[in-house]
């Protein structure tokens, strides 16, 4: 028997270690079989070039066995194994010296990063969980096996074993604090996490499997027959997952059943996906999904897994993906993707912009081949994807560019054009005098009912835009384009929204407006209303209240994350109240004699404005409900 110590100049490696990593001491059981994995496909490699002469890859498996007696947790794999010298050197002085540079160069950004593949550390992680660890490793070139232990100091021994097969196990004494990691459901549930796609079999335990009924028994046999069983090993990974094969492998049953395999609490379909696979000038593969997101921009329990080489990192792909697509769902896989860094290190860096930019066109293309293949299916999708478009239409100027030819403008009627198309359609009847197209868009259609119809009785077109980030939307799309505006229907009387050449003419005079304006003034809320006397036609509503489009989206703006100007979004609410002078009712409040007669007009005709706009609330709701009924007494 021999014993050393380990090659490290830092005597309180193991402390530095526990608490460097603690925050991340689960990862300890990625790490231990990212490494009998990699042993494993070392070997099939080395058979696979004929370099490992005379010996028989067979279908290895990594065993994960808990021996609760003992207090140990034991990770055997069928690899390549070591020799006693290759224990010496990869273990003892590679791991070590990489582990302090790790700790040097990543105490500060990185404590609660995974540290796969980094500096060899990953053995150690162990440590953070085991008082002692004990290797038993045999070489795939045969010789004698080793047996290395370590109790958690920089002191260890290496001797001699027996040992029948070749591969290495990793026997890790628990830690009494760490007592968790004995018990079979948290196991389970680390496996499920981090190995449930990684490429060699994974054996936790076994499980009983009912056998299949055999055929042609009689009525009599069929009777007395029970059903037979067996223990079968309990596989708890899929080796081959779908992002792993060619798109020419799968149908699409296989993305919807992968799909269901990554997220089994969720119950609804996906509406697509798209296959990544590229191999330079970096190498990425994956799935994603767009999954059904309506109106909903809440972040997404459900997100976008990022893997290297099969092995689980993490949920959170900020700054791997753009942000738009970070509402998606699936699955990268890409060694070019650096871990442990912070999120400006990785929007600086070369090979993920490559990655990011690469996503992002292949999401474009993927939208107009469904939108080019099939218009009628992707029309009937669009309000459940619009956020994800709108978002990265917002965000990313590549995809704004590509989604003009498959982002929708839906109208009240369901009806769906692309903007060219939209612009074709409105140009004749929805150009103003000064030559700019007006689109005019409702936000809610129940509630903006009756200046929908004002407008349709035009003849105009009117978009539904019910996103909560339109007003951002529409903002870029009128800096972008020439001669456009958006006008919101409810922000002004019909007549003008589109200013035409042509003048109403008004029932009353000068004057007599003047003293209908000073008679509303005295009764109405002027920190709330502003008063305005328009000619409209005579069977128009006699009130209408209406929120300037500026005003308006930029509070909205400023309320849904950025934009606003002059913080308008804490302002309070200011409305126009337009007043229809040719309708009969504002002729007979002006011709009114008694002052208290015509107040109650003017209040009445008010909250029905207000009841119409959805701004009659609480009390003064009530109230405007009890006068209503006494006045049909």
């Given at each position: ?357 690469y996503i992002t066109r292949k ?128 922000s002004d009387q019909v007549d003008n929204l589109i ?135």
């Open positions: 028997m021999a014993t050393g110590t380990i090659n490290v100049s830092v005597e309180n490696i193991f402390p530095l270690i526990k608490k460097f990593l603690y925050s991340d001491h689960e990862i300890f059981l990625r790490e231990l079989i990212s490494n009998a994995t990699d042993a494993t496909l070392k070997l099939k490699h080395l058979t696979a070039i004929g370099e490992a002469k005379g010996v028989e890859y067979g279908n290895p498996h990594i065993e994960v066995k808990i021996d609760k007696d003992n207090g140990t947790l034991h990770i055997k794999d069928h690899g390549i194994g070591m020799t006693k010298d290759e224990v010496e050197k990869y273990i003892n002085q590679v791991a070590f010296s990489g582990a302090e540079e790790f700790l040097e160069k990543y105490k500060d950004s990185a404590k609660d990063s995974g540290i796969i593949g980094h500096f060899g550390l990953g053995f150690y992680s162990a440590f953070m969980v085991a008082e002692k660890v004990e290797i038993i490793t045999k070489s795939y070139k045969g010789g004698t096996a080793a047996h290395w232990t370590c109790e958690g100091s920089t002191e260890f021994t290496l001797e001699d074993a027996e040992k029948d097969t070749r591969g290495t196990e990793i026997i890790l004494h628990i830690s009494d604090d760490e007592k968790e990691f004995l018990e079979e459901g948290r196991i389970s549930e680390l496996l499920t996490k981090y190995n449930k796609f990684m490429p060699i079999p994974i054996k936790f335990g076994t499980k009983t499997e009912t056998l299949p009924k055999p055929e042609g028994l009689t009525e009599e046999e069929e009777k007395d027959y029970k059903a037979e069983t067996k223990e079968v090993d309990n596989i708890i990974n899929n080796p081959n997952p779908a992002w792993t094969k060619a798109p020419t492998e799968l149908e699409e049953e296989d993305y919807k059943g992968f799909y269901r395999e990554l997220y089994p609490m969720q119950f609804e379909e996906p509406l697509f996906n798209i296959h990544l696979n590229v191999d330079y000038p970096f190498n990425l593969t994956g799935i994603l999904y767009f999954p059904r997101l309506g109106q909903d921009m809440n972040i997404q329990k459900d997100r976008i897994q990022l893997y290297q080489n099969q092995v689980f990192v993490t949920d959170n792909v900020e700054g791997i993906v753009p942000e738009f697509l970070t509402m998606l769902r699936g699955v990268i896989d890409s060694p070019d993707i650096p871990l442990n860094v912070s999120r400006s290190y990785l929007q600086a860096d070369g090979a993920v912009k490559k990655i990011s930019a999401v474009a293309d993927k939208l107009k081949s469904l939108f080019n293949e099939n218009r009628e299916d992707f029309e009937s999708k669009w309000n459940d994807i619009k956020i994800v478009i709108e978002y990265g239409m917002l965000s990313e100027d590549k995809f704004y560019e590509k989604a003009q030819k498959f982002a929708l403008y839906p109208t009240v009627d369901n009806e769906y054009y692309t903007f060219d198309e939209l612009q074709e359609k409105l140009k004749d009847n929805q150009t103003d005098k000064d030559g700019n197209l007006v689109v005019l868009y409702a936000s809610n259609q129940d509630e903006q009912h009756s200046y929908i119809d004002a407008a349709k009785a035009k003849g105009y077109k009117v978009l539904l835009l019910d996103s909560p980030i339109i007003s951002h939307l529409l903002q870029k799309m009128e800096g972008e384009k020439e001669k456009i505006s958006f006008v919101r229907v409810d200013k035409k050449d042509e003048e109403k003419i008004s029932k009353l005079s000068e004057e007599e407006k003047e003293k209908l304006k000073g008679d509303f003034e005295k009764v109405i809320p002027k920190e709330k209303y502003t008063v305005q006397m328009e000619a409209m036609d005579s069977d128009a509503a006699p009130l209408l209240i209406t929120q300037p489009e500026f005003m308006r989206r930029m509070k909205e703006m400023q309320q849904t994350g950025g934009g606003g100007m002059f913080g308008m979004g804490n302002m309070p609410e200011m409305y126009n109240l337009v007043v229809n002078t040719n309708h009969p009712l504002i002729s007979e409040i002006l011709n009114t004699k008694t002052e208290k007669k015509q107040e109650r007009l003017i209040k009445h005709s008010l909250d029905l404005a207000r009841l119409s706009q959805n701004l009659l609330k609480g009390e003064e709701l009530t109230n405007f409900v009890k006068r209503s009924f006494d006045m049909v007494k």
